[in-house]
């Protein structure tokens, strides 16, 4: 995700689990684990099987488990382990 904002046209809805937040950007989402970013505050996790409500401009790391890796040296590995996004959802017509 590298910060790319998602919309609609891409998949974001305004009620997503987990499981479907991942799969905006993993090949395997069930291999994942989702967390929201709240700024000033420690990012909080979004089960795969819980459904929560999506806002505009929400910001979400997508962690990939059980990766495998060529080996790397310290100084090599400078790339991070998860996926940052922003979904923007279109604004609701009922509000």
Known sequence: MNNKPFTEAEGVKHHMTGLQIAALVSE???NTEVFKLVKGAQPEPVPLDKEIEIHDCDEFRVVCNNVELPHLHCS???SPTGHDGIVHPH???DK
């Open 28 to 30: 395997n989402p069930r």
């Open 76 to 78: 090599d590995a400078t």
């Open 91 to 93: 604004p609701r017509s």
